[in-house]
């Protein structure tokens, strides 16, 4: 009995063990489990972290290129502004000249000079010089071709503009020696009959009294010819 008492009391406290061991086991896989599943929630977390620390770099790099990329279309608008600028620029600056080169041409073809001043600059070289020094300043071929042989053609057509073509032609023939002079208008002696007409007609008649509006006063006017 004693040994079975033993035997009892062993197989009881062996059972106890047991028991112990089993809910230490249960507790040791309960912690391991929960162990792992930490770690499964770390590397959840951690990967969603660096899920969005891609996602926000993702986003940055993102941001960066729009930014360059508004940066560079900037830089290429400015650019673009800068050429037309230049060019808009040059087309004023060369729509200004054709304006003034027309507006020149037009004082030129309507210019009638005079031809006397051609006259006298021919026979003198020092109003030739002055002359081709004051009328061709910015071209200095033209200026050096004017104190030439060839300065009163040069002369006739600075005076005279392309819608007065005959009087540059008369300056022309006088510059070739070939200029025709108009004929003095010819007076013609008056008649007896004329100069004793022109004494009746001046001589005052008593039959025909006017008045004078200026000083009120009485004059005497000659008769009319139908009168007579």
Known sequence: MVKKEEAKKEEVETKVLQDEIAKEEYKAECLEKSFQERELDDEYVEAKNEAMEDEDEVR?????????????????????????????????????????????????????????????????????????NENFVEDW?????????????????????????????????????????????????????KVREEIQNDTPTPEEPVVDDKVGKWVWAPKEKNQQ
Do not use: W
């Not at 930014?67 to 502004?81: E, H």
């Not at 200004?96 to 006259?119: D, F, H, P, V």
């Not at 071709?145 to 009087?167: H, I």
């Open 60 to 132: 940055q790099l993102a941001r960066k290129k729009i930014i360059n990329s508004r940066n560079s279309l900037k830089r290429t608008i400015a650019k673009m502004k800068s050429k037309d600028k230049v060019k808009t620029t040059e087309l004023s600056h060369k729509l200004k000249q054709i304006r003034s080169k027309m507006s020149k041409e037009i004082l030129l073809a309507n210019k009638n000079g005079n031809l006397e001043t051609c006259r006298k600059a021919k026979a003198s070289s020092d109003l030739k010089e002055q002359y081709c």
């Open 141 to 193: 071929t033209r200026n050096a071709d004017c104190k030439g042989e060839d300065f009163c053609y040069m002369c006739c057509e600075n005076e005279f503009g392309a819608l007065f073509v005959t009087q540059r032609d008369n300056c022309y023939k006088m510059c070739d020696g070939k200029e025709v002079k108009k004929p003095e208008p010819v007076v013609a002696e008056p008649t007896p009959a």
